[in-house]
């Protein structure tokens, strides 16, 4: 059976780090463009970065950029997302993703093969 567990959510003040895990099981993560999406209260799930599945490529969005970091661990099956710098529009469910494209981040969430159940991230003083 194909999953993704993540873990690692929790409440954390603003500027501070955190780090997710998102474990995979039932199929190598170094085949699938991997990500993490978030969604905060009343908005849509967004694509926040991501690795590509051909080389390796990481992307990021503006939101996110300089402040996350997204690595791998085929040994582990593993994807990690580094967290810091973080600001309280931060606070969202994070979400792992896997699917066949290169890019997953050029997926709409809907079309997306594999999710996590979700790990809540809350910034706050």
């Known amino acids: 059976q194909l999953q993704l567990v993540e873990s690692g959510g929790g409440l954390v003040q603003p500027g501070g780090s955190l780090r997710l895990s998102c474990a995979a099981s039932g199929f190598p993560l170094d085949y699938y463009a991997i990500g993490w999406f978030r969604q905060a209260p009343g908005k849509e799930r967004e694509g926040a970065l991501c690795i590509s599945s051909n080389d390796g490529s990481t992307y990021y969005a503006d939101t996110v950029k300089g402040r996350f970091t997204i690595s791998r661990d085929n040994a582990s099956n593993t994807v990690y997302l580094q967290m810091s710098s973080l600001k309280p529009d931060d606070t969202a469910v994070y979400y792992c993703?896997?699917?066949?494209?290169?890019?997953?981040?050029?997926?709409?969430?809907?079309?997306?093969?594999?999710w996590g159940q979700g790990t809540q991230v809350t910034v706050k003083s």
């Open positions: 993703a896997a699917d066949p494209s290169i890019v997953i981040m050029s997926r709409t969430p809907g079309n997306i093969r594999y």
